[in-house]
C-alpha cells in the first residue's frame, strides 16, 4: 500500500511536469532537442520508426541510419550508424522481432530487402536477403505495411498506358520471410497520380486515388483482407470525393475512422488540409469545421502533411510552413488543441528550412519528428524530439505494462474507454480526483480475458469541472491517465 502511495504521488508530479512541457523540443535529445548529420548527396527522409529498445532507425531514398535514444549516431548499426543503399529507397517497415524491411526502385523494378535488428543483411528473407521485380510489376514502391502476421504489403506505381494520363498501381503480399507472393491486386491511377493506402486493425486496406479522367477529384476505396472490394463500404466498395484537392498521406485510426492529408487547390493558394472519413466512406461531419481542418496555405505543392495518433486519440499532424517544421496537434474531435505548444502548434526554430517526412510516437509518449533541413553543407538529416504529456504509455515501475487510452480528452457527459490486457485479470477502473479521493467506480474487481476492451460510459453531470485521474488496476499492473471534466 505504502509503495503504491508513493508512485501515485510520483506520477502526479511527472504529470504536472509533463503537461506544461508539452509541445516544446526536449532538450535531453541531440543538442537543443535535434539530432543532425550531413550525408553526401542530399539524402530525404522517407520513413522513421522506433526499435523496442528506444533506438530509432531513419529511412531516407540513400541510406538507413540508427540513433541512440539520446540523438546519437549508433555506430553498432550498419557501418558506424549508417547503411548505403545499392538501390533508391523509398519506405520501412519493422517486423514483430525486430528487423527491419525496406523497399526501393532498382534496376530490375523494385527491391524488397530485410535487415537484422543491427542493419546486418538478413539472408534468409527471400534470395540471399532480397526479393526483386521486374517492370511488369512495380517499377515505383511507395508503401510498405508489415501485417500482424509480418506478411509485408508493398504498394506502387507500376507500367503507364502511352495514349492517356494514366498510371496503373498494384498492392502485393508477401510471405514474411519474402518465399512467396501471396496476393496481387491492380487499380488505376489518374492524372498526377500520386495516391495513399493505409491498413485498419481488421486488416483491409483503405486506398485513396485520384481518377484518371477529373482533376482534383479522388476515389476512395476499401478492400478486404483479400485485396477484394468490400462492399460494405458505400455498398459499392468505392466513394468519390469531389472536391478540389489530392489526398497525400493517411492514417487508419484505432476506431476505424481514416484520416487523409492533402493539398486543397483553390484559385488563389494552396492549403494544406486534414479530412476524417467515417468507415461507410463518407465524411465525419463532428470532426473539424464539417469533416476537415486546415492546417495553413503554403506557396510550394509538394509539401506532405504526416500524421501520427496518441495513446488518448489526439491527432499530430507534422509539415513545413513558412520555411520551419510545424506539429498541430488536434482533440479527438478535430479542435486545435490550445495547451500544445503554443496555440496548438510546436514550431522547430532550431533548424532551418525543416520538411518534416515522418513522426513517430516513443513508448514513453514522446513525439520524433524526422526530416530534412538546410545547414551550412547543404540539405541535412534532422531528427527532432518534443516533451509530450501523454502518460499512458508510461512504465510503472513497480510492474510491467499494459495499453489504456482514453478518449476524447477533454470530457463531457461521456467517454470512451480503450484498454488491451495481455493476460486473464480481475480488473478496477476508477474516477478519483487530485487528492486521491474516488468520484466513481466504473469496474468493480471484474474478471476480464486477454484482448481489446472497449466501452463508453457516462461522467454526471454533477461531478465538476477539473483534473481528474482514471486508474486501471488489472492484477498487479496499474495505469493511470489524466483527464479534463469540461
Same mark, same amino acid.
Given at each position: 500500500?505504502?509503495?503504491?502511495?508513493?508512485?501515485?504521488?510520483?506520477?502526479?508530479?511527472l504529470?504536472?511536469?509533463?503537461?506544461?512541457q508539452?509541445?516544446?523540443?526536449?532538450?535531453?535529445?541531440?543538442?537543443?532537442?535535434?539530432s543532425?548529420?550531413?550525408?553526401?548527396?542530399?539524402?530525404?527522409?522517407?520513413?522513421?520508426?522506433?526499435?523496442?529498445?528506444?533506438?530509432?532507425?531513419?529511412?531516407?531514398?540513400?541510406?538507413?541510419?540508427?540513433?541512440?535514444?539520446?540523438?546519437?549516431?549508433?555506430s553498432?548499426?550498419?557501418?558506424?550508424? +549508417?547503411?548505403?543503399?545499392?538501390?533508391?529507397?523509398?519506405?520501412?517497415? $519493422?517486423?514483430?522481432?525486430?528487423?527491419i524491411?525496406?523497399?526501393?526502385?532498382?534496376? /530490375?523494378?523494385?527491391t524488397?530487402?530485410?535487415?537484422?535488428?543491427?542493419?546486418?543483411?538478413?539472408?534468409?528473407?527471400?534470395?540471399?536477403?532480397?526479393?526483386?521485380?521486374?517492370?511488369?510489376?512495380?517499377d515505383?514502391?511507395?508503401?510498405?505495411?508489415?501485417?500482424?502476421?509480418?506478411?509485408?504489403?508493398?504498394?506502387?506505381?507500376?507500367?503507364?498506358?502511352?495514349?492517356?494520363?494514366?498510371?496503373?498501381? $498494384?498492392?502485393?503480399?508477401?510471405?514474411?520471410?519474402?518465399?512467396?507472393?501471396?496476393?496481387?491486386?491492380?487499380?488505376?491511377?489518374?492524372?498526377?497520380?500520386?495516391?495513399?493506402?493505409?491498413q485498419?486493425?481488421?486488416?483491409?486496406?483503405?486506398?485513396?486515388?485520384?481518377?484518371?479522367?477529373?482533376?482534383?477529384?479522388?476515389?476512395?476505396?476499401? &478492400?478486404?483482407?483479400?485485396?477484394?472490394?468490400?462492399? /460494405?463500404f458505400?455498398?459499392?466498395?468505392?466513394?468519390?470525393?469531389?472536391?478540389?484537392?489530392?489526398?497525400?498521406?493517411?492514417?487508419? $485510426?484505432?476506431?476505424?475512422?481514416?484520416?487523409?492529408?492533402?493539398? &486543397?487547390?483553390?484559385?488563389?493558394?494552396?492549403?494544406?488540409?486534414?479530412?476524417?472519413?467515417?468507415?461507410?466512406? &463518407?465524411?465525419?461531419?463532428?470532426?473539424?469545421?464539417?469533416?476537415?481542418?486546415?492546417?495553413? /496555405? +503554403?506557396?510550394?505543392?509538394?509539401?506532405?502533411?504526416?500524421?501520427?495518433?496518441?495513446?488518448?486519440?489526439?491527432? +499530430?499532424?507534422?509539415?513545413?510552413?513558412?520555411?520551419?517544421?510545424?506539429?498541430?496537434?488536434?482533440?479527438?474531435?478535430?479542435?486545435?488543441?490550445?495547451?500544445?505548444?503554443?496555440?496548438?502548434?510546436?514550431?522547430?526554430?532550431?533548424?532551418?528550412?525543416?520538411?518534416?517526412?515522418?513522426?513517430?510516437?516513443?513508448?514513453?509518449?514522446?513525439?520524433?519528428?524526422?526530416?530534412?533541413?538546410?545547414?551550412?553543407?547543404?540539405?541535412?538529416?534532422?531528427?527532432?524530439?518534443?516533451?509530450?504529456d501523454?502518460?499512458?504509455?508510461?512504465?510503472?515501475?513497480?510492474?510491467?505494462?499494459?495499453?489504456?487510452?482514453? &478518449?476524447?480528452?477533454?470530457?463531457?457527459?461521456?467517454?470512451?474507454?480503450?484498454?488491451?490486457?495481455?493476460?486473464?485479470?480481475?480488473?478496477?477502473?476508477?474516477?478519483?480526483?487530485?487528492?486521491?479521493?474516488?468520484?466513481?467506480?466504473?469496474v468493480?474487481?471484474?474478471?476480464q480475458?486477454?484482448?481489446?476492451?472497449?466501452?463508453?460510459?457516462? +461522467?454526471?453531470d454533477?461531478?465538476?469541472?477539473?483534473?481528474?485521474?482514471?486508474?486501471?488496476?488489472?492484477?498487479?499492473?496499474?495505469?493511470?491517465?489524466?483527464?479534463?471534466?469540461?
Amino acid at each position: 500500500m505504502k509503495k503504491a502511495l508513493i508512485f501515485f504521488v510520483a506520477y502526479l508530479l511527472l504529470l504536472n511536469t509533463a503537461f506544461s512541457q508539452a509541445g516544446k523540443l526536449d532538450k535531453t535529445f541531440g543538442i537543443n532537442g535535434v539530432s543532425t548529420i550531413y550525408l553526401y548527396g542530399n539524402p530525404v527522409v522517407k520513413s522513421m520508426l522506433v526499435q523496442k529498445d528506444g533506438k530509432i532507425v531513419v529511412c531516407t531514398d540513400k541510406y538507413i541510419l540508427r540513433f541512440e535514444s539520446d540523438g546519437k549516431l549508433d555506430s553498432t548499426f550498419g557501418f558506424e550508424g +549508417i547503411i548505403v543503399s545499392e538501390y533508391i529507397l523509398a519506405c520501412m517497415g $519493422q517486423q514483430k522481432d525486430g528487423k527491419i524491411v525496406v523497399c526501393g526502385t532498382s534496376k /530490375s523494378g523494385y527491391t524488397l530487402s530485410r535487415f537484422d535488428k543491427d542493419g546486418v543483411l538478413d539472408a534468409n528473407f527471400g534470395s540471399a536477403g532480397a526479393v526483386s521485380s521486374s517492370l511488369s510489376e512495380v517499377d515505383e514502391p511507395v508503401y510498405l505495411i508489415v501485417e500482424q502476421d509480418d506478411n509485408i504489403i508493398v504498394a506502387g506505381t507500376s507500367a503507364y498506358i502511352a495514349s492517356e494520363p494514366l498510371a496503373w498501381g $498494384q498492392l502485393l503480399r508477401f510471405e514474411k520471410n519474402g518465399e512467396k507472393l501471396l496476393n496481387k491486386k491492380m487499380f488505376e491511377l489518374g492524372y498526377n497520380h500520386p495516391f495513399t493506402i493505409s491498413q485498419l486493425h481488421d486488416g483491409r486496406i483503405y486506398l485513396s486515388a485520384p481518377i484518371h479522367y477529373t482533376l482534383g477529384h479522388m476515389r476512395m476505396t476499401l &478492400y478486404n483482407s483479400s485485396f477484394e472490394l468490400d462492399t /460494405s463500404f458505400n455498398h459499392t466498395g468505392n466513394y468519390v470525393f469531389t472536391d478540389n484537392l489530392s489526398f497525400v498521406s493517411s492514417l487508419a $485510426q484505432r476506431d476505424g475512422k481514416i484520416l487523409l492529408g492533402g493539398v &486543397y487547390y483553390s484559385k488563389t493558394t494552396l492549403e494544406l488540409k486534414v479530412y476524417r472519413f467515417n468507415p461507410d466512406g &463518407y465524411l465525419d461531419l463532428s470532426f473539424g469545421n464539417s469533416g476537415s481542418l486546415t492546417l495553413d /496555405s +503554403i506557396k510550394i505543392n509538394g509539401n506532405k502533411p504526416v500524421m501520427i495518433e496518441q495513446p488518448d486519440g489526439k491527432i +499530430i499532424v507534422g509539415y513545413q510552413a513558412d520555411l520551419k517544421g510545424v506539429l498541430y496537434r488536434f482533440n479527438v474531435n478535430g479542435n486545435v488543441d490550445k495547451g500544445y505548444g503554443v496555440d496548438g502548434k510546436s514550431v522547430n526554430t532550431i533548424v532551418s528550412n525543416f520538411k518534416v517526412g515522418a513522426l513517430a510516437l516513443q513508448s514513453d509518449g514522446k513525439i520524433l519528428a524526422a526530416g530534412n533541413s538546410l545547414g551550412k553543407n547543404g540539405y541535412e538529416i534532422s531528427v527532432a524530439r518534443y516533451n509530450q504529456d501523454i502518460l499512458s504509455s508510461i512504465k510503472n515501475p513497480l510492474t510491467d505494462i499494459f495499453s489504456f487510452t482514453v &478518449y476524447p480528452n477533454p470530457m463531457k457527459n461521456k467517454v470512451n474507454i480503450e484498454y488491451y490486457l495481455p493476460k486473464e485479470a480481475k480488473v478496477t477502473l476508477r474516477l478519483v480526483d487530485l487528492q486521491g479521493k474516488e468520484v466513481k467506480k466504473i469496474v468493480d474487481n471484474e474478471k476480464q480475458f486477454i484482448g481489446s476492451h472497449r466501452f463508453e460510459i457516462e +461522467i454526471a453531470d454533477k461531478i465538476p469541472k477539473g483534473n481528474y485521474f482514471l486508474i486501471l488496476s488489472a492484477g498487479e499492473q496499474q495505469q493511470v491517465v489524466k483527464v479534463f471534466k469540461d
